[in-house]
T-cell receptor, first 112, second 114 residues
Framework: SQQGEEDPQALSIQEGENATMNCSYKTSINNLQWYRQNSGRGLVHLILIRSNEREKHSGRLRVTLDTSKKSSSLLITASRAADTASYFCARDRDNAGNMLTFGGGTRLMVKP | KAGVTQTPRYLIKTRGQQVTLSCSPISGHRSVSWYQQTPGQGLQFLFEYFSETQRNKGNFPGRFSGRQFSNSRSEMNVSTLELGDSALYLC?????????????FGSGTRLTVV
């Protein structure tokens, strides 16, 4: 079962608008990662934020992390039709090998 | 550099059969993890192998097993297939560390059990 919750579950916006997706988790993290998945294909790593970081940028992506609230958000600015995909947050476990715990994902549709 | 390669891409099996899926990680990556993705349960961790040893295991029955070879390639096996095993199976590779740079996923194997 998933240990993270994402909201909204689905988001539909127009091209050029910003998209914000939120992720909450229940236990401590080593880092939190965001992934994109296009139509049932593999996951693409977008950005990783460590537990001692509060904000990180990568191109049009901005991720924030609030460990006191156990939550993170992913902002995609100036969205494009090609951003249409499912977005997942994933918590990386501490010191116990490589294991990701995924949220349920947000399905983003960007209309041209 | 070549990405993570999973074979086959699609597979149809009958209940009760067994299946073996293969994953070749990025060259130099020693850790391979496996995930199951279904509409109902989402993405769930199956197991992780590092240097031919299973280092972590998710909450799946013993019908699900895996192994890793000396060249880091990994296989997972599901025996006595059930309809509920129909899923997209994804493998991910990472360097020896704790995935501090993120994981690289393959395109997955879509298994359908009929």
């Amino acid at each position: 079962s998933q240990q993270g919750e994402e909201d909204p579950q689905a988001l539909s916006i127009q091209e050029g608008e910003n998209a914000t997706m939120n992720c909450s988790y229940k236990t401590s993290i080593n880092n939190l990662q965001w992934y994109r998945q296009n139509s049932g294909r593999g996951l693409v790593h977008l950005i990783l934020i460590r537990s001692n970081e509060r904000e990180k940028h990568s191109g049009r992506l901005r991720v924030t992390l609030d460990t006191s609230k156990k939550s993170s958000s992913l902002l995609i600015t100036a969205s494009r039709a090609a951003d249409t995909a499912s977005y997942f947050c994933a918590r990386d476990r501490d010191n116990a090998g490589n294991m990701l715990t995924f949220g349920g994902g947000t399905r983003l549709m960007v209309k041209p | 550099k070549a990405g993570v390669t999973q074979t086959p891409r699609y597979l149809i099996k009958t209940r009760g059969q067994q299946v073996t899926l293969s994953c070749s990680p990025i060259s130099g990556h020693r850790s391979v993890s496996w995930y199951q993705q279904t509409p109902g349960q989402g993405l769930q961790f199956l197991f992780e192998y590092f240097s031919e040893t299973q280092r972590n295991k998710g909450n799946f029955p013993g019908r699900f097993s895996g192994r890793q070879f000396s060249n880091s390639r990994s296989e997972m096996n599901v025996s006595t297939l059930e309809l509920g095993d129909s899923a997209l199976y994804l493998c991910a590779s990472s360097l020896a560390g704790q995935g501090a740079s993120g994981y690289t996923f393959g395109s997955g194997t879509r298994l359908t059990v009929v």
